[in-house]
Protein backbone atom coordinates (compact mmCIF):
# COMPACT_ATOMS: atom_id res chain seq x y z
CA UNK A 1 0.00 0.00 0.00
CA UNK A 2 1.46 3.48 -1.22
CA UNK A 3 2.45 5.52 1.70
CA UNK A 4 0.64 8.74 2.54
CA UNK A 5 0.68 11.19 0.13
CA UNK A 6 2.02 14.15 2.22
CA UNK A 7 4.86 12.11 2.84
CA UNK A 8 5.59 10.61 -0.60
CA UNK A 9 5.66 14.46 -1.79
CA UNK A 10 8.10 15.41 0.91
CA UNK A 11 10.49 12.63 0.16
CA UNK A 12 10.03 13.12 -3.54
CA UNK A 13 11.09 17.00 -3.53
CA UNK A 14 14.20 15.77 -1.34
CA UNK A 15 15.11 13.73 -3.75
CA UNK A 16 15.04 16.67 -6.33
CA UNK A 17 17.08 18.75 -3.82
CA UNK A 18 19.84 20.29 -5.98
CA UNK A 19 19.50 19.04 -8.96
CA UNK A 20 19.17 20.54 -12.29
CA UNK A 21 19.30 19.52 -15.90
CA UNK A 22 19.65 15.89 -17.03
CA UNK A 23 19.96 14.99 -13.76
CA UNK A 24 17.01 16.35 -12.52
CA UNK A 25 15.02 14.55 -15.52
CA UNK A 26 16.50 11.19 -14.73
CA UNK A 27 15.33 11.46 -11.54
CA UNK A 28 11.47 12.92 -12.16
CA UNK A 29 11.60 9.96 -14.95
CA UNK A 30 12.70 7.25 -12.28
CA UNK A 31 10.28 8.95 -9.30
CA UNK A 32 7.24 8.66 -11.81
CA UNK A 33 8.41 4.66 -12.84
CA UNK A 34 7.59 4.26 -8.86
CA UNK A 35 4.71 6.37 -8.45
CA UNK A 36 0.99 4.15 -8.33
CA UNK A 37 -0.74 4.44 -11.99
CA UNK A 38 -3.71 5.90 -10.18
CA UNK A 39 -6.54 8.15 -12.09
CA UNK A 40 -7.78 10.19 -9.40
CA UNK A 41 -6.88 11.52 -5.83
CA UNK A 42 -3.66 12.67 -3.98
CA UNK A 43 -1.14 10.14 -5.87
CA UNK A 44 -3.06 11.29 -9.44
CA UNK A 45 -1.91 15.00 -8.28
CA UNK A 46 1.03 13.84 -7.45
CA UNK A 47 2.18 12.41 -10.62
CA UNK A 48 0.74 15.63 -12.45
CA UNK A 49 2.84 17.47 -10.36
CA UNK A 50 6.13 15.43 -11.66
CA UNK A 51 5.06 15.62 -15.22
CA UNK A 52 4.97 19.38 -14.69
CA UNK A 53 8.39 19.72 -13.11
CA UNK A 54 9.77 17.39 -16.34
CA UNK A 55 8.05 19.82 -18.66
CA UNK A 56 9.38 23.11 -16.64
CA UNK A 57 12.97 21.22 -16.64
CA UNK A 58 13.12 20.69 -20.15
CA UNK A 59 12.41 24.41 -20.55
CA UNK A 60 14.85 25.44 -18.53
CA UNK A 61 17.34 23.78 -20.07
CA UNK A 62 16.67 25.16 -23.74
CA UNK A 63 16.64 28.36 -22.36
CA UNK A 64 19.97 27.65 -20.76
CA UNK A 65 21.23 26.53 -24.30
CA UNK A 66 20.40 29.51 -26.23
CA UNK A 67 21.81 31.67 -23.47
CA UNK A 68 25.01 29.93 -24.40
CA UNK A 69 27.89 31.93 -25.21
CA UNK A 70 28.89 31.55 -28.75
CA UNK A 71 31.69 32.92 -30.93
CA UNK A 72 31.43 32.97 -34.57
CA UNK A 73 34.62 31.10 -36.42
CA UNK A 74 36.83 33.47 -38.52
CA UNK A 75 39.96 32.83 -39.94
CA UNK A 76 41.70 29.79 -40.79
CA UNK A 77 41.85 28.34 -37.15
CA UNK A 78 41.04 29.33 -34.09
CA UNK A 79 43.25 29.66 -30.64
CA UNK A 80 41.75 30.09 -27.04
CA UNK A 81 44.05 32.48 -25.01
CA UNK A 82 43.11 30.53 -21.59
CA UNK A 83 44.73 30.92 -18.49
CA UNK A 84 43.73 32.25 -14.81
CA UNK A 85 42.84 35.76 -14.04
CA UNK A 86 44.96 38.82 -15.01
CA UNK A 87 47.73 36.85 -16.55
CA UNK A 88 48.61 39.06 -19.11
CA UNK A 89 45.95 37.53 -21.80
CA UNK A 90 44.23 40.95 -23.02
CA UNK A 91 47.33 42.58 -23.38
CA UNK A 92 48.53 39.74 -25.45
CA UNK A 93 45.91 39.91 -27.75
CA UNK A 94 46.34 43.99 -28.12
CA UNK A 95 49.51 43.35 -29.37
CA UNK A 96 48.94 40.21 -31.47
CA UNK A 97 45.97 41.85 -33.32
CA UNK A 98 45.76 45.66 -32.94
CA UNK A 99 42.80 46.32 -31.16
CA UNK A 100 41.70 48.42 -28.24
CA UNK A 101 40.32 45.93 -25.40
CA UNK A 102 40.26 46.88 -21.99
CA UNK A 103 43.23 45.89 -19.90
CA UNK A 104 43.85 46.62 -16.23
CA UNK A 105 46.07 45.20 -13.48
CA UNK A 106 43.55 43.35 -11.27
CA UNK A 107 40.90 40.15 -12.30
CA UNK A 108 38.11 39.46 -14.59
CA UNK A 109 38.99 42.66 -16.57
CA UNK A 110 37.55 40.61 -19.45
CA UNK A 111 34.15 39.15 -18.66
CA UNK A 112 32.71 37.59 -22.05
CA UNK A 113 35.39 35.53 -24.78
CA UNK A 114 36.98 38.19 -27.03
CA UNK A 115 37.65 37.14 -30.53
CA UNK A 116 40.35 38.86 -32.82
CA UNK A 117 41.94 37.95 -36.39
CA UNK A 118 45.63 38.24 -35.94
CA UNK A 119 47.87 37.78 -39.48
CA UNK A 120 50.43 34.87 -39.53
CA UNK A 121 52.50 34.81 -42.38
CA UNK A 122 50.01 36.14 -44.64
CA UNK A 123 46.98 33.90 -42.89
CA UNK A 124 44.46 35.61 -40.61
CA UNK A 125 43.67 33.51 -37.53
CA UNK A 126 41.42 33.91 -35.09
CA UNK A 127 42.63 34.19 -31.35
CA UNK A 128 39.71 33.99 -28.69
CA UNK A 129 40.63 35.51 -25.37
CA UNK A 130 38.81 33.39 -22.56
CA UNK A 131 37.92 35.04 -19.34
CA UNK A 132 40.32 34.00 -16.19
CA UNK A 133 39.35 30.13 -15.66
CA UNK A 134 39.21 29.18 -11.86
CA UNK A 135 38.86 26.34 -9.52
CA UNK A 136 35.48 24.99 -10.15
CA UNK A 137 34.63 26.17 -13.40
CA UNK A 138 33.17 22.75 -14.20
CA UNK A 139 30.55 23.23 -11.47
CA UNK A 140 30.10 26.66 -12.88
CA UNK A 141 32.12 29.36 -10.72
CA UNK A 142 33.10 32.08 -12.49
CA UNK A 143 30.40 31.24 -15.51
CA UNK A 144 33.31 28.22 -16.25
CA UNK A 145 30.71 26.01 -17.87
CA UNK A 146 29.95 28.48 -20.68
CA UNK A 147 33.14 29.66 -21.26
CA UNK A 148 34.83 25.48 -21.12
CA UNK A 149 32.00 25.50 -23.95
CA UNK A 150 33.84 27.78 -26.16
CA UNK A 151 37.16 26.24 -25.47
CA UNK A 152 35.79 22.86 -26.66
CA UNK A 153 34.85 24.33 -29.85
CA UNK A 154 38.81 25.51 -30.60
CA UNK A 155 41.45 24.34 -32.72
CA UNK A 156 44.21 24.92 -30.21
CA UNK A 157 45.16 26.66 -26.84
CA UNK A 158 47.71 28.75 -25.27
CA UNK A 159 48.18 28.44 -21.61
CA UNK A 160 49.00 31.74 -20.48
CA UNK A 161 51.01 32.43 -17.28
CA UNK A 162 52.52 35.73 -15.88
CA UNK A 163 56.19 34.98 -15.38
CA UNK A 164 56.10 35.56 -11.91
CA UNK A 165 52.79 34.91 -10.62
CA UNK A 166 51.73 31.96 -8.20
CA UNK A 167 51.61 28.55 -10.36
CA UNK A 168 48.47 27.18 -8.47
CA UNK A 169 45.89 29.35 -10.78
CA UNK A 170 47.23 27.87 -14.09
CA UNK A 171 47.57 24.26 -12.33
CA UNK A 172 43.55 24.76 -11.14
CA UNK A 173 42.91 25.65 -15.06
CA UNK A 174 44.36 23.09 -16.48
CA UNK A 175 42.75 20.84 -13.58
CA UNK A 176 39.12 22.25 -15.10
CA UNK A 177 40.24 22.08 -18.80
CA UNK A 178 40.74 18.27 -18.27
CA UNK A 179 38.12 17.10 -16.07
CA UNK A 180 36.11 19.04 -18.85
CA UNK A 181 37.26 16.23 -21.46
CA UNK A 182 39.00 18.77 -23.66
CA UNK A 183 42.08 17.32 -25.21
CA UNK A 184 43.50 20.06 -27.92
CA UNK A 185 46.75 21.13 -29.23
CA UNK A 186 48.64 23.63 -26.61
CA UNK A 187 51.33 25.58 -25.59
CA UNK A 188 52.13 27.44 -23.08
CA UNK A 189 52.80 31.18 -23.30
CA UNK A 190 55.21 32.98 -20.47
CA UNK A 191 53.30 36.39 -20.40
CA UNK A 192 55.17 39.79 -19.13
CA UNK A 193 58.46 37.95 -19.61
CA UNK A 194 59.90 41.89 -19.36
CA UNK A 195 58.99 41.60 -15.37
CA UNK A 196 61.01 38.44 -15.04
CA UNK A 197 64.24 36.86 -15.08
CA UNK A 198 65.50 33.62 -16.72
CA UNK A 199 65.03 31.10 -13.35
CA UNK A 200 61.32 32.42 -13.31
CA UNK A 201 61.35 31.62 -17.10
CA UNK A 202 63.28 27.93 -16.01
CA UNK A 203 60.89 27.48 -13.39
CA UNK A 204 57.68 27.32 -15.37
CA UNK A 205 59.04 25.12 -18.18
CA UNK A 206 60.06 22.76 -15.37
CA UNK A 207 56.72 22.88 -14.05
CA UNK A 208 54.81 22.36 -16.72
CA UNK A 209 56.91 19.82 -19.06
CA UNK A 210 54.36 18.84 -21.37
CA UNK A 211 53.71 21.93 -22.67
CA UNK A 212 55.99 23.58 -25.41
CA UNK A 213 56.71 26.77 -23.94
CA UNK A 214 57.39 30.80 -25.44
CA UNK A 215 58.01 33.93 -23.28
CA UNK A 216 56.68 36.56 -24.87
CA UNK A 217 55.90 40.22 -23.75
CA UNK A 218 54.16 42.78 -25.73
CA UNK A 219 56.76 45.58 -26.07
CA UNK A 220 59.28 43.31 -27.32
CA UNK A 221 58.91 42.60 -30.97
CA UNK A 222 61.04 39.90 -31.35
CA UNK A 223 59.27 38.05 -28.49
CA UNK A 224 55.63 38.58 -30.46
CA UNK A 225 57.56 36.91 -34.05
CA UNK A 226 58.54 33.73 -31.81
CA UNK A 227 55.14 33.66 -30.09
CA UNK A 228 53.26 33.97 -33.70
CA UNK A 229 55.67 31.29 -35.42
CA UNK A 230 54.69 29.00 -32.13
CA UNK A 231 50.85 30.03 -32.14
CA UNK A 232 50.96 28.59 -36.28
CA UNK A 233 52.89 25.42 -35.55
CA UNK A 234 50.15 24.69 -33.46
CA UNK A 235 47.64 24.94 -35.75
CA UNK A 236 48.48 22.19 -37.45
CA UNK A 237 48.56 24.22 -41.08
CA UNK A 238 51.02 24.85 -44.00
CA UNK A 239 51.24 28.18 -46.09
CA UNK A 240 51.22 27.49 -49.80
CA UNK A 241 51.95 30.35 -52.14
CA UNK A 242 50.60 29.92 -55.50
CA UNK A 243 51.78 31.50 -58.76
CA UNK A 244 49.93 32.01 -62.17
CA UNK A 245 51.49 34.01 -65.61
CA UNK A 246 55.11 34.49 -63.79
CA UNK A 247 53.12 36.39 -60.79
CA UNK A 248 53.14 35.04 -57.04
CA UNK A 249 49.72 35.94 -54.64
CA UNK A 250 50.56 38.14 -52.08
CA UNK A 251 48.82 36.03 -49.30
CA UNK A 252 49.19 32.53 -49.08
CA UNK A 253 46.62 29.34 -48.99
CA UNK A 254 45.94 27.48 -45.36
CA UNK A 255 45.85 24.26 -45.52
CA UNK A 256 46.02 21.22 -43.54
CA UNK A 257 49.44 19.53 -43.14
CA UNK A 258 50.22 16.94 -45.76
CA UNK A 259 48.45 18.40 -48.64
CA UNK A 260 49.09 17.92 -52.09
CA UNK A 261 49.27 19.90 -55.39
CA UNK A 262 45.89 18.59 -55.94
CA UNK A 263 44.05 19.74 -52.75
CA UNK A 264 46.26 23.21 -53.11
CA UNK A 265 43.80 23.17 -56.65
CA UNK A 266 41.01 21.59 -55.12
CA UNK A 267 41.30 24.53 -52.31
CA UNK A 268 40.88 27.26 -55.54
CA UNK A 269 38.19 25.27 -57.43
CA UNK A 270 36.98 21.69 -57.66
CA UNK A 271 37.49 21.94 -61.72
CA UNK A 272 40.76 23.00 -61.47
CA UNK A 273 41.03 20.32 -59.12
CA UNK A 274 40.01 17.80 -61.22
CA UNK A 275 42.11 19.24 -64.81
CA UNK A 276 45.17 19.48 -62.99
CA UNK A 277 48.14 17.35 -64.07
CA UNK A 278 50.79 18.34 -61.83
CA UNK A 279 52.43 21.51 -60.69
CA UNK A 280 55.98 23.43 -61.14
CA UNK A 281 57.30 23.56 -57.31
CA UNK A 282 59.94 25.91 -55.26
CA UNK A 283 60.38 25.82 -52.13
CA UNK A 284 61.53 23.42 -49.13
CA UNK A 285 59.47 20.42 -50.86
CA UNK A 286 61.70 21.16 -54.19
CA UNK A 287 64.58 19.65 -55.29
CA UNK A 288 65.42 23.06 -57.58
CA UNK A 289 63.98 25.93 -58.48
CA UNK A 290 60.82 24.89 -61.00
CA UNK A 291 60.84 21.15 -60.40
CA UNK A 292 57.69 19.51 -62.24
CA UNK A 293 56.10 17.49 -59.96
CA UNK A 294 52.72 15.60 -60.31
CA UNK A 295 48.95 15.90 -58.47
CA UNK A 296 50.11 13.57 -55.35
CA UNK A 297 53.65 15.52 -54.56
CA UNK A 298 53.30 16.54 -50.90
CA UNK A 299 53.68 20.55 -49.69
CA UNK A 300 55.56 21.83 -47.22
CA UNK A 301 54.58 25.39 -45.42
CA UNK A 302 56.33 27.91 -47.97
CA UNK A 303 56.23 26.05 -51.02
CA UNK A 304 54.96 27.73 -54.04
CA UNK A 305 53.31 26.53 -57.07
CA UNK A 306 52.21 26.92 -60.18
CA UNK A 307 49.13 24.18 -60.98
CA UNK A 308 49.63 22.88 -64.73
CA UNK A 309 46.40 21.70 -66.58
Known sequence: MPMPHRTQMQLIKRRLTGKEGSARLRELRSILDEL????????????????????????????????????????????????PPNAGKSSLLHALCGMQIKVGDYAFTTLRPVPALADLGGVLVQFVEIPGLIAGANENRGGGRALLG????????????????????????????????????AMLAITKLDEGSEADVQRLVREFPGLPAVGVSVIDDKSLERFQAAAWALTGLIRVYLQHAGRTDDRPLALPAGATV????????????????????????????????????????????????
Not at 160 to 181: F, H, I, M, T
Not at 267 to 296: E, M, T, Y
Not at 300 to 309: F, H, M, N, S
Request: charge should be positive; aromatic fraction near 4%; hydrophobic fraction near 45%.
Open 36 to 83: PNYKNGPYADIRRWVMEQMDETRLRSRVVQRDAIAVRREGAAQIALVG
Open 150 to 185: VLRGADAVVYCQAVNAPLQALRDVRAEVEAAGISLP
Open 262 to 309: VDAARAIHKDLAAACRGARLWGPSARFPGQRVGRPQPLQDGDTVEIIT
